[in-house]
């Protein structure tokens, strides 16, 4: 980089309830391309971050290996990250939130980090319902290694160098849904009005919460043809929904058409207002969003908004019965029985 | 030739019959009577059929390796009839389930056979189908109490707490305990010429296995976040681990656990949320053998340069590839030393006791956190698997847990400008945080990519050497910190020594006492750790040969102290059991080429 990003905050920026501006969840200035849609995500998650008035050291951002996963690098500079290992960012963000249940755990991937290499561990860490959100910026292509298609590139996109992808393309979302995600969207790069409020949710959801984001690569997939494009998306984009997220303790002022808003109550109170656009589908019903899925499939749409949210999702920590304290707390108090217990032990083997 | 406490019986069964307990039974009745006893397990990679083998020796002067040469085969599995007849020593007994008897050409003259029809008595003796199957194994139990004396007392005794709860079990054992017993009584001479007699040699001395000791050391040192993948040998810790953590972490007042584990898809998985768990200021680790290791690699690699404590067990098995996966081996050395690409290296530690086992492991995070670095406790399937008579454990209840160098809020607030990677105290160990620690102070980016001492991104030689050196350094300052070798003699009584580690431990010390007896003295050490203490090279050249008896074909142990040493490679010699059942003292005694000494 040729330049140094300026630190000057200007003295009236507004500031959130708990005094932060939007400047203290930005991070670093990226080095990803320009017009990158990796880079619009970022923004979308500083922004969502202080509109909820989150506390940035307490989230962990956590991501695995690519373009995208350098992402944290560029919001939420007070919060640890950890840029991990090629598609084992689930294993280790499971690690983190096993010892600190308290904190938010935001993991970033890609397409190649989480539908090859890590296909593995994103399917299982799915199945475990952590409590974390999990975004992937989707670009249908492998942007650090030159273009590459990736197993998320549909059948017969065509890539920059002119040939049509002759394998089937991995729907995440779908995947996520039959896996048991408790929270499932998909949203677009190019649309902040949407992609904001479902960051949100997915933050205030107590279970696993997965946000597929069409992130076209400008540089390797942007060409005519390729289904990752920004023009493609743009044009083959059915909203399901409009969704408006409502904290807990704020007030609702917007006026809702109560005919076609359904209201979600989110584990914390949190309302999640979700304004209809297509009436046989339902947000709690997994049968109707599959089907929806697979028609979109056939029809060359790409289906965004919220897709499934299971209100009633029990975490990890809670499966697992760990005590609410945060194990990293604890001390010797609580984690050593201590010899006279070992005594008995002894005794017990003779 | 009559002989007191000193003799191998070796039981011959079909696995998934509930032979295991029974032989189980026999041994910790002459543990019970004070002679010491070891027990090795020598069993298939299958849950129901195949042939399995239970070893017991019995041995006055308290010796608890492995001896080759049967004694008493006590044979109930007609698939390895032959070959357990051809194992037995001349002037040996085979004892066997004569309900269908021996061909005649099946005897051989230079044993005894002793013929119980235990399948004709329990068919006999119990109605249910289970009993007639589970009691041919006491029958045979209370046949070898009456033949090698052993006080049928203790038996009983061991019957009660067995089946405490279940007291309407007891007498039915009983019952068949003395159909062997009566059977021996009433058809052979009794006892036979070897057999044992009551002492008083086992002191407080306790039996378990070592992965038993390893999943309690890990409770005790406070490990929080546990995660694994089956895999044998190494199953049991973590099974251990769960076991004792249900019965002492749980939280008084809710009942919740003060623990949480997981199974993990697959051995990557694993060490990542152990790593990821570290991180985040857990004490974490997971457990595994050799092929999880070898897929553990890109982890350990990430830990080692991103500066991540993590705890790591490797109870060693028959390699390379799946190997004997039910067979012991010392053959992840050099895999677990230099783990993952690039220029790396690891703290390993090896333990030969489960008492070792307990106190390595608890001790093994303080070493993680304090270094900052994995810390892999080799153990191997005779020690993890198999129950050893071993001193008791004790535990410091004034011990704080070591956490190393981690800031709290109130530090970071009076440190200046903080760098992950600042080397400050000149050790090589730099201060880290943990998330959610400060609103302002300490946060950093955790990569595997290069970095500075502030945990930038960086591609620059020069930072780039600095931080690999200093990752050097640290190892040096981890040589004060972690076990020192076992010297066993205060100063060198002769010009040849013998080096090794872990659970040759045994048959080692067992060559070194007959070799005394002999006359001949030889200095040894043992190894408990890597990086190799220095003394290791000193001793190596105080002596004009050494040899280094290990358990694996390609004498690791030996490279290792080659490569990190740089001594005389010629001065090495090898001795090496590579077989997969452990190493003997006749083996090394064997293997060892004394005209070398002037001693």
Known sequence: ?350 | MSSVNDFVVRFANVNGTGSASANYLFAKAVYRMGIPVSAKNIFPSNIQGLPTWYEVRVSEKGYLGRKAGIDLMVCVNPQSMKKDIASVKPGGYFLYDSTKKLHTSEYRSDIHFIEIPIMEICNREFTDPRQKQLFKNIVYVGALATLLDIEVDEIEKLFAEQFQGKEKLIAPNIKALNLGSDYIKENYKYPLEFRVERRDLVKDWIMIDGNSAAGLGAVYGGATVVSWYPITPSTSLVGAFESYANELRKDPVTGKNNFSIVQAEDELSAIGMAIGANWNGARSFTATSGPGVSLMNEFLGLAYYSEIPVVLVDVQRAGPSTGMPTRSQQSDLLLAAYASHGDTKHVLLFPSTPTECFEMMADAFDYAEQLQTPVIMMTDLDLGMNDHLTPPFHWDDARKYNRGKVLSAAQLDEVEKWGRYLDVDNDGIPYRTIPGTHPTKGSYFTRGSSHDEYAAYSEDSDTYVRIMDRLVKKLETAKTIIPKPDFYQSKNLSDIGVIFVGTTRYAAEETLDIMKENGKIIDAVRIKSFPIHDSIAEFIDQHKVVYVIEQNRDAQLRTLLINELEVNPKKLLKVLNYDGTPITADYILSHLNLQNSNN
């Open chain 1, 1 to 350: 980089m040729s330049y140094i990003k300026p630190k000057f905050q200007h003295p009236r920026l507004p500031k959130n309830p708990l005094g932060y501006t939007r400047k203290d969840y930005e991070g670093s200035l990226s080095t990803l391309c320009a017009g990158c849609g990796h880079d619009s995500i970022s923004a979308a998650i500083v922004d969502a971050c202080f509109e909820l008035n989150i506390e940035p050291h307490k989230v962990a951002k956590l991501s695995g290996i690519g373009c995208s996963s350098k992402t944290p690098a560029y919001f939420l500079s007070n919060s640890h990250g950890f840029n991990s290992v090629h598609g084992r960012m689930p294993s280790v963000a499971t690690g983190a939130n096993l010892a600190n249940r308290d904190l938010l755990y935001l993991g970033v991937s890609g397409d190649g980090d989480s539908a090859s290499i890590g296909f593995g561990q994103f399917g299982h860490v799915i199945r475990r319902n952590l409590n974390m959100t999990y975004i992937v910026m989707n670009n249908g292509c492998y942007g650090l290694t030159k273009g590459q298609d990736s197993a998320t590139a549909d059948y017969g996109s065509v890539s920059k160098s002119g040939h049509a992808n002759s394998f089937e393309g991995i729907d995440l979302c779908a995947l996520a849904i039959e896996l048991g995600a408790t929270y499932v969207a998909q949203s677009f790069s190019g649309d902040k009005t949407q992609l904001i409020p479902l960051i949100k949710a997915a933050l205030a959801h107590n279970g696993f919460s997965f946000i597929n984001v069409i992130s076209p690569c400008v540089t390797f997939n942007n060409n005519v043809g390729s289904t990752k494009s920004y023009d493609y998306v743009r044009e083959h984009n059915e909203a399901l929904n409009t969704i408006d997220f409502v904290p807990i303790r704020e007030e609702i002022t917007t006026e809702y058409d109560h005919n076609k808003v359904q209201t979600v109550e989110m584990h914390d109170g949190s309302l999640l207002k979700l304004n209809k656009l297509s009436p046989e589908w339902n947000p709690e019903n997994k049968l109707s969003i599959i089907t929806a899925l697979q028609k979109a499939r056939i029809d060359h749409e790409i289906l965004t908004g919220l897709l499934y949210l299971d209100s009633k999702s029990v975490e990890l920590n809670d499966i697992l019965n760990t005590t609410n304290k945060p194990l990293n707390t604890l001390t010797e108090k609580e984690l050593c029985p201590g010899d006279s217990v070992l005594q008995t032990i002894n005794a017990s083997l003779r």
